[in-house]
Every structure is written in structure tokens, then in C-alpha cells.
């Protein structure tokens, strides 16, 4: 059995401690949210909260991190497994719930941060007005424009005070083309490592 000290060797000694002390909610498991918890499961955050009521599907298969083996099953509950198998430290806290303005502090009161990693633009709305009314002083990361494939200038981050946007800033997603890989990684990695830079500076003042 690997040790938590062997697991976690070679981790930069200022601000790995701060991300493991760390709680980040992802609204989303699909193509950003699996991503982004990948990544931040890897970088050593030590809790995730993760919210999706949705089951893995055949179409997810290609940007998201699921196996044709989890096809029914509950996005959280086959991200979570995914994530164990390589991270059996990490706390995760699992809501197959839809998010909506009533159960929205429930799930994430606890989180020092929020990552966006929504599919409608209804909700993404929701989540932005639910996340800076009640935690006007703590940052939300948002995706913002992913459609396609190639054009990688194109992908910048914006900042709005605690408000921050990744992506194109305008491509649309359209419903019978399923977005690529590559693109979707591209913003959800750098999500995600906006969130480590973010957490790393607000933890260490």
C-alpha cells in the first residue's frame, strides 16, 4: 500500500500544503467538471465538493472522463471512482443533485472557491447570480466560449474582480455537434490551474 507521504513527494513545498487544506466545488461533471477534477484531484486539493445529477452516457465518451464500463451510472458517483483510482487520499463530496437556487448553499457553503462547468446558459446564469450574492468575496471561475477545435490564442482568461472567465468569450456550443476534446480540456485545464494560482495567493495571505 503507498504511503501519503510517497504518494505526495516532490509537491511544491509553499503551496501544495495550502491546496490540500483546500475545499473547491465544481458545478458540472461532464466534459469541464471531470476535467477540472482530474487535474485538481491530482494537484492535491485535499476536498472536492462535485454536483451532476446526470448519468454517463455513450456521447460523453469522447471529452469526458468516463469508460464505456460506466455507461448508467451516476456522473459523481463514476467520476468519483475514476478519481480513487488514482488519488485514494482526497475527500469528495458527492450531490447527484440539479443545482438550483435552493439547494445552492447546501451544497456549496463550504467551498473556498467555485468552478462553473455547466451545459445551459440558463443555469451558468443561476450560478453566477446564486455564487457572487451570497460570496461576493470569493472567486468563481466560469468557462466561457469552447466550440470547436485548434485556434489556441484564442483562449485567454478575463478578470471581474472575484469574477473570472475562460475561453473564447464567443463560440457558441451547437446541440448537434458534440464538442471536442481538445478544446474543452484546454479550458478546463487552465480552470483548474487558475483555481491552484487563486487558492495559493487567498491561502497564503
Not at 45 to 58: E, N, S
Not at 66 to 90: C, D, H, M, R, W
Not at 139 to 155: Q, R
Amino acid at each position: 500500500m503507498i504511503s501519503r507521504e510517497e504518494y505526495f513527494s516532490k509537491r511544491d513545498p509553499s503551496a501544495f500544503p495550502l491546496w490540500q487544506k483546500a475545499t473547491v466545488g465544481i458545478a458540472g461533471a461532464g466534459g469541464l467538471g471531470s476535467n477540472i477534477a482530474f487535474s485538481l484531484a491530482r494537484a492535491g486539493i485535499g476536498t472536492l465538493i462535485i454536483a451532476d445529477y446526470d448519468i454517463v452516457t455513450l456521447e460523453n465518451l469522447n471529452r469526458q472522463q468516463y469508460t464505456i464500463a460506466q455507461i448508467g451510472k451516476l456522473k459523481v458517483e463514476a467520476l468519483a471512482e475514476n478519481i480513487q483510482s488514482f488519488n485514494p487520499f482526497i475527500n469528495l463530496v458527492l450531490h447527484p443533485v440539479k443545482i438550483t437556487p435552493a439547494n445552492f448553499n447546501a451544497i456549496f457553503g463550504t467551498a473556498d472557491l467555485l468552478l462553473e462547468a455547466l451545459d445551459e446558459a440558463e443555469q451558468k446564469e443561476m450560478l453566477i447570480s446564486c455564487w457572487t450574492s451570497i460570496y461576493p468575496n470569493k472567486h468563481l471561475i466560469v468557462a466561457s466560449g469552447l466550440a470547436g477545435y485548434g485556434k489556441n490564442d484564442s483562449i485567454h482568461t478575463e478578470h471581474y474582480g472575484f469574477l473570472h472567465l475562460v475561453g473564447d468569450m464567443k463560440s457558441e456550443l451547437k446541440a448537434e455537434i458534440s464538442p471536442v476534446a481538445t478544446r474543452v480540456a484546454v479550458v478546463a485545464n487552465m480552470q483548474a490551474n487558475l483555481a491552484l494560482e487563486l487558492l495559493a495567493e487567498t491561502k497564503g495571505m
